[in-house]
Every structure is written in structure tokens, then in C-alpha cells.
């Protein structure tokens, strides 16, 4: 398998590729769903809410923390995560620029 050649591409396109790999399972999507529907920090909910094991679910929060889109806190056993908004807001932007381009094909193949 050969190495990607990142370094040939801008910073820019580097990030949101790393955001949307991390975005990219329906996992990850439905925990970021559920924490924005509980408008708050999020306890131990998970599991009984997406009938997924907790090694699972764990995995994808650590995605999802990985790119900064939740943050968390471990309280005892507890551990808590909400949406960093300051990195949703970000995220948010940079899809908005990428997807702006108006589309203007006059003919196709």
C-alpha cells in the first residue's frame, strides 16, 4: 500500500479531508445527532441509545474528540461529552466555503 502524498496538497484541503474521514460513518453521525437533540452534556446514554457496545461507541467518541468536535470530561467512572461548538462552528464554515462554487456545466458528458 503506498504512502499519500498529503504534503501536495493545501492545509486547507488536508483539514477538511481529516474532518470528513472523521464525519464519514453513520455511527458517528447518529452520536453527534443524539448530542445535539439532548441540547447538553451527554453521560453514559449511548450505549442503550444506539444499541451499540460500548467499545464501539467508545471508538467513534474518540474520533469524534480526535478532530475536536466534542470535547469531554471524566468524572469518576462518568465520562461526559458535549459538541465544542467553537469546532462546529469551524467545520461548518470550512463545508460552507467548499460547497459555495456554483455549478454551471453547460455540457456533460
Known amino acids: 500500500m503506498g504512502v499519500t502524498k498529503s ?3 493545501t492545509e486547507e484541503q488536508n483539514h477538511l479531508a481529516i474532518n470528513l474521514k472523521a464525519l464519514a460513518h453513520p455511527a458517528r453521525i447518529a ?3 443524539y448530542i445535539i437533540k439532548q441540547n447538553a ?3 453514559n446514554d449511548l450505549v442503550e441509545e444506539l444499541g451499540l457496545a460500548q467499545a464501539t461507541i467508545s471508538q467513534h467518541l474518540k474520533e469524534l474528540k480526535n478532530i475536536g468536535i466534542i470535547k469531554g470530561n471524566i468524572e469518576g467512572t462518568s465520562v461526559c461529552y458535549c ?3 467553537t469546532v462546529w462552528q469551524q ?3 470550512e463545508l460552507d466555503t467548499f460547497f459555495v462554487a456554483d455549478i454551471a456545466i453547460e455540457k456533460c458528458c
Open 83 to 85: 459538541i465544542n461548538e
Open 7 to 9: 504534503e501536495i496538497f
Open 31 to 33: 452520536i453527534l445527532q
Open 91 to 93: 467545520i461548518k464554515k
Open 41 to 43: 452534556c451527554i453521560c
